[in-house]
């Protein structure tokens, strides 16, 4: 297996390995799973994706996620992001398709609105389109490590609320449904996640962030935007232009990304697995103390009202 360094400081090309090496392969998996604690997104190339053979892919790396209410392929281990219609053709560019895909275009990490938080997305391009449609990443481990000791020690002991129906409402209010907002209350996570591997800080942040505990809410939104826009700043990013057969995974533990725009009437079919963080994950390391208080049955603490964005 080669290695081939595609970002500033992260992001690698694997050469000489399949999709189904690591399936069939317990070798091959401790290699791959190596560089990727390392490089934090991974790239294949190549690759003759089927649905069964990306999930059993993803599966080497933990539990798959069940896709939630409101999603394309709810139910199931897929998440479908297109923009092609039950006809077959490509929905208007006021279509709800379309604007979830907006709201994919604002840096986040994948499932931190969630009651477990996602290890890995994999994604892998069906159909491209012949415009953009590329995929930016931003390492938040990189920018975790350039903020000065004090404000890193800061975070260390801070906690941030991640909701979805904030990133959706920055798109258009309503985007998230009633339903959604049911099945996903707002989730409070540490802003740092250290990975047990290494042992490298990365910051815990996206789009869905909105408040810090213990925080008034204006500086606490304030935070969340600087450091967002230190993590994101030019020339801290690679962009992934997508080619047939291109299957890129990516940490969502020490990464951001996000989608880039495309011409609304070109069709582009991606499929998306995710694998939830687990304990080996530092997933336990991530939830505030009171969590323990929840757990004894003491109530959940009441997420702090959307500041004034
Ligand atoms: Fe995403």
Not at 97 to 113: I, P
Not at 144 to 157: G, M, P, V
Request: hydrophobic share 40%.
């Amino acid at each position: 297996m080669d290695v081939i360094p595609l970002g500033p400081g992260f992001g690698a090309e694997l050469r000489g390995v399949a999709l189904a090496d690591v399936v069939a392969d317990d070798d091959a998996y401790a290699a791959v799973r190596a560089v990727f604690e390392e490089q934090s997104v991974l790239v294949l190339r190549g690759q003759e994706v089927t649905d069964a053979l990306q999930l059993a892919f993803s599966r080497r790396f933990g539990p798959p996620e069940v896709t939630k209410v409101g999603s394309q392929g709810t139910g199931t281990h897929f998440v479908i992001l297109t923009t092609i219609g039950p006809d077959g053709k490509v929905v208007p560019a006021d279509h709800r398709m379309q604007l979830r895909n907006k709201a994919n275009q604002l840096w986040h990490t994948d499932s931190s609105f969630k009651r477990v938080p996602a290890l890995t997305s994999i994604l892998s391009a069906r159909i491209i389109p012949e415009h953009g449609g590329e995929t930016e990443y931003v390492s938040t481990r990189i920018a975790f490590e350039r903020l000065d000791a004090k404000l890193q020690r800061q975070l260390e002991n801070s906690f941030a609320w991640h909701d979805y129906a904030h990133s959706r409402g920055k798109i258009a209010p309503g985007l998230a449904t009633e339903e959604e907002r049911a099945a996903l209350p707002a989730q409070c996570w540490r802003m740092v996640w250290r990975n047990p591997k290494n042992g490298r800080g990365a910051l815990y942040l996206a789009s869905h962030a909105y408040a810090v505990e213990a925080m008034e809410a204006s500086a606490g939104t304030r935070l969340i935007e600087e450091l967002s826009e230190t993590a994101t700043a030019p020339g801290c990013s690679y962009l992934h232009q997508w080619r047939q057969g291109d299957v890129v995974m990516w940490d969502n533990r020490a990464t951001m990304h996000r989608g880039r725009p495309w011409p609304s009437h070109e069709p582009r079919l991606m499929i998306r697995t995710t694998i939830s963080a687990t304990e080996a994950d530092g997933l336990d390391s991530m939830r505030p103390p009171f969590w323990q208080a929840v757990e004894r049955g003491r109530g959940e603490p009441a997420a702090p009202r959307h500041g004034q964005v």
